[in-house]
């Protein structure tokens, strides 16, 4: 391959969390530079779904098997423990429901592997507390009248959704604003003032409970 | 032409001998043989998929499609692309002579299935001598056979694009479908299938269906841009039953066209085959099991504006090769033109065409130049 540009540090985080020759699905996959990764790295046998034409487009002139469909309606199709791994990198926030496309990751696959823009980050605060704006920062780079992102959340609410959900944290990550990973024994707080962004390796407690 | 000794025995257990299949072949074929695709054309179309059509003097179905540079590179690809049994441009149908009474067959031919003209493709494709096609692509009617050879002969397909199709032809598909029928039925013409032994052609009857099937092809939107209610060579109407409007004087045009390049028994025996067209039904109505542990690659493609083929049935056939864990992708283009528009210049169908494909051969480790 002729790409140049070196691989954003969130997804070599993400690779680093999939076992080599896993299944893997990537959902919201956009151009399909993460899957690449996979492909590349780690040997996996991945599939995506997108919704943007151009990003399925994209993926499809790279070789890779992405479909266009849409995280919200289309998991529910999937059958129970098809893949390995279930990643939703940076695609968390723009989903309309969430927790059901959380519960669908989950029986899809026995892994999931989510990536989100931390709301809890110490700048958002400050744009909304001390600005009184909507805050766009490199993650959220949107106005608020014009973003895809319509289910914002912190690390914490995070956290206790998964809770929720039968799943527990295996491993966790948050990134500084720098992109560099927040030394894993500060407290959930730091966490959650500092990272910008916070990626989980989230592992399912039960069998799947089939929709 | 490839005439076999073999017979194909059909669905029906109707059994066709002689048999012929007309084909055409594209590019060439590399020493090992790899780089062999299969175009499988739509309803009424033929193997002339590139240049210029000998019958009609206008350019193939997939002019812009097949060729050196286009998606399916002549340079680097071998193409097949062969008329369906059941057909009338060179391989055996209703027009052949019955070798039992030595007229046409007519009515007698038996009634063929997809599966039967996939399985006339895969006796071509041995003859060739070829093994495993790179890809077998095609759409509306060329994609349900895409389909057939997936299931039918999953080793033998490394990848594969079903365009603008669905696995099974829905009751309004099969409503159309038997609108043409009796417009040809009717036709007095038509003499009960024999009209070829009477020197006559049902040509209004057939001329009836193509214009209706014509409609299905296109969209509103389409067909209101290009013609609203605009008159055709007047300025007002006529009050008569003249084609006064512009898409009255097109269809007409585009039936005439049409009876000149098509047997109307043949329109029988080809609707009459997508309208048994149902892939789930022979895996015991799971469409999953059609496909259960492939390793073909797919790439599904509808358009937005088919209402022929909506996505919805593109859907379903993704559906079932991700149950079965299939490598698929998945592709709506956004296009006004109706279902026709994987027959014409659609750029991002075009890229995504050539993007799947140029992956697919660096998997396979096809190279450039035969």
């Known amino acids: 391959m002729t790409k140049a540009a070196s691989p954003r540090l969130d997804h070599l985080l993400i690779a680093d969390m999939v076992d080599a020759g896993s299944r893997v699905l990537d959902v919201g996959c956009g151009d399909g530079a993460l899957l690449r990764l996979l492909a590349d790295r780690k040997r996996v046998d991945g599939r995506g779904v997108e919704l943007s034409q151009r990003g399925v487009n994209e993926c499809v002139a790279k070789g890779l098997s992405v479909i266009q469909g849409d995280a919200d309606t289309d998991l529910a199709d999937y059958p129970d423990d098809g893949f390995d791994y279930v990643i939703l990198s940076q695609t968390l926030q723009a989903t309309r429901r969430p927790r059901e496309a959380l519960q669908n990751m989950l029986r899809i696959g026995r892994r999931a592997i989510v990536s989100f823009p931390n709301f809890g980050y110490w700048r958002v605060r400050a744009q909304l507390a001390f600005r009184g704006r909507m805050p766009v920062t490199g993650n959220l780079a949107y106005s608020w009248h014009d973003t895809p992102n319509i289910h914002l959340c912190t690390i914490r609410d995070f956290v206790e959704l998964i809770d929720l959900l039968g799943a527990h944290i295996e491993r966790g990550v948050a990134l500084d604003h720098a992109g560099a990973p927040i030394r894993v024994n500060a407290p959930w707080w730091v966490w959650n003032l500092l990272g910008e962004q916070a990626i989980f390796l989230l592992e399912r407690d039960a069998p799947p409970r089939s929709s | ?370």
């Not at chain 2, 997939?62 to 680097?76: E, H, L, N, R, S």
């Not at chain 2, 209101?224 to 097109?250: H, M, V, W």
């Not at chain 2, 509808?302 to 079932?320: E, G, N, Q």
């Open chain 2, 1 to 370: 032409m490839f005439p076999v000794e073999q017979a194909l025995v059909t669905d029906g257990g109707g059994r066709i001998a002689p048999l012929a299949i007309g084909f055409q072949t594209y590019g060439e074929l590399n020493a090992d043989r790899s780089n062999a695709i299969l175009l499988c054309h739509a309803l009424t179309g033929d193997q002339y998929a590139a240049g210029v059509n000998p019958v009609t003097g206008k350019p193939g179905w997939w002019d812009a499609m097949v060729g050196p540079g286009k998606p399916f590179d002549t340079d680097k690809y071998f193409l097949i692309c062969s008329n369906v049994v059941g057909g009338c441009m060179g391989s055996t149908g209703p027009s052949s002579v019955n070798p039992g009474t030595g007229k046409p067959y007519g009515l007698d031919f038996p009634v063929v299935t997809i599966r039967d003209m996939v399985r006339a493709q895969a006796m071509l494709v041995d003859h060739l001598g070829i093994e495993t096609l790179f890809c077998v692509a095609g759409g509306s009617m060329g994609g349900m056979q895409v389909l057939q050879w997936a299931a039918s002969y999953p080793e033998r397909v490394f990848s594969a694009m079903p365009i603008a199709t669905a696995a099974k032809h829905s009751a309004q598909n099969i409503g159309f479908n038997e609108v043409g029928r009796q417009a040809v039925m009717a036709d007095p013409d038509w003499r009960a299938g024999r009209y070829l032994e009477q020197s006559v052609r049902p040509e209004k009857g057939l001329a009836v269906a193509r214009m209706s099937a014509h409609i299905t092809y296109l969209s509103e939107a389409a067909l209101q841009r290009k013609f609203g209610r605009k008159l055709q060579d007047r300025s007002a109407p006529t009050f008569s039953f003249d084609a006064d409007f512009q898409i009255e004087n097109y269809l007409r045009y585009q039936g005439v066209a049409f009876v000149e390049r098509f047997d109307a028994n043949s329109y029988l025996f080809v609707t009459r085959a997508c309208d048994y067209f149902d892939l789930a039904a022979d895996y015991g109505g799971s469409l999953a099991r059609a496909f259960k542990d492939t390793t073909t690659r797919f790439c599904v493609v509808s358009f937005t504006s088919d209402w022929l083929y909506p996505t919805s049935d593109s859907r379903a056939i993704v559906h079932a090769l991700n149950a079965g864990g299939a490598s698929v992708s998945f592709v709506e283009i956004e296009s006004d033109k109706g279902h026709d528009a994987f027959l014409l210049h659609e750029p991002m169908f075009i890229a995504t065409t050539r993007g799947f494909l140029e992956a697919a051969a660096a998997a396979r480790g096809l190279r450039a130049g035969a």
